[in-house]
């Protein structure tokens, strides 16, 4: 999947704008800051995959799933990532529900062929991008989420 | 590509993770061990890593040199790889820099130690350095 080593970078506005946000205001950032920045994010993901893989691995299971994760912060001593992460895993949740139900609305919406077809569609754009790689996870969450 | 998933989406809401989620996967996926991630876990750990940015960054910046300046530099960075346990797994893609002028001087030093050492015992020069 990765064919060029840029592949494994992370956007850089995107990681500028973290750390702007995170800093006080008007605090310069140097050049060469941001991309050591950039480059330590790529080799956290690494190594968290990595300690999430173990547990998988301890679990007898191949697919990484939210409570690995978990367990590698721990492990790696962050653990002071574990309450906003349980936090944003909550909302990710309400998140799909709510997507779900809205799916589940629009095909009861398209049988009766009502006007709220439109919006509908708008908001689905605004989601495309995501929705292949839930496609083809939805059997696994299926599987691991709802315990 | 990378707007998709920056900012704020329509409702005005934050999102709940600004980095693309797709770029975060091929990173995972690129571990040869790993076969397959779900998508809560891929959620997590995009989050995990935004949650991981602003620590390195504000750690760095209370720890760092330049607060009376207001800048983070490279070198603060490199500190808090080197002086920090948790981030310890830094310390290689962070390695601290010296001067050109410091290291040549050290290499000198170094040449005029060997030279000294030459007579008595002249193969020790690796096992020192």
Do not use: W
Not at chain 1, 31 to 49: D, G, H, M, N, Q
């Amino acid at each position: 999947m990765a064919e060029r080593p840029e592949d494994l970078n992370l956007p850089n506005a995107v990681i500028t704008r973290i750390i702007k946000e995170a800093l006080p205001d008007g605090v310069n950032i140097s050049k060469e800051a941001r991309s050591a920045i950039s480059r330590a994010a790529s080799v956290f993901v690494l190594y968290a995959t990595s300690c999430a893989n173990n547990f998988a691995m301890k679990g007898k299971r191949k697919t990484l799933n939210a409570s690995d994760v978990l367990s590698a912060m721990e492990e790696m001593e962050f653990q002071r990532f574990i309450t906003p992460l349980k936090e944003a895993l909550e909302a990710y949740r309400r998140e799909q529900k709510g997507k779900k139900e809205a799916s589940e609305q629009k095909k009861r919406d398209k049988d009766k062929k009502t006007d709220s077809e439109e919006q509908d569609r708008s908001r689905d754009e605004d989601n495309d991008e995501d929705e292949e790689k839930l496609e083809e996870e939805e059997q696994n969450e299926e599987e691991e989420v709802d315990n | 590509m990378a707007d998709v998933a920056v900012g704020k989406d329509k409702c005005g809401e934050q999102r709940l993770v600004s980095l693309p989620l797709s770029r975060i996967r091929v990173i995972m996926k690129s571990s040869p061990e790993v076969s397959s991630i779900n998508q809560e876990a891929l959620v997590l750990t995009a989050k995990a890593t935004e949650l991981f940015v602003q620590y390195l960054a504000t750690y760095s910046y209370r720890h760092g040199s330049g607060k009376e300046r207001k800048a983070l530099t490279y070198s603060d960075l490199a500190n808090t790889a080197e002086e920090s346990e948790t981030f310890q797994f830094l310390a290689d893609i962070l390695p601290k820099k010296i001067l050109a002028s410091k290291y040549l001087k050290m290499l000198k030093e170094k040449r005029e130690d060997d030279e000294a050492n030459d007579g008595e015992e002249s193969d020790d020069d690796e096992a020192e350095s």
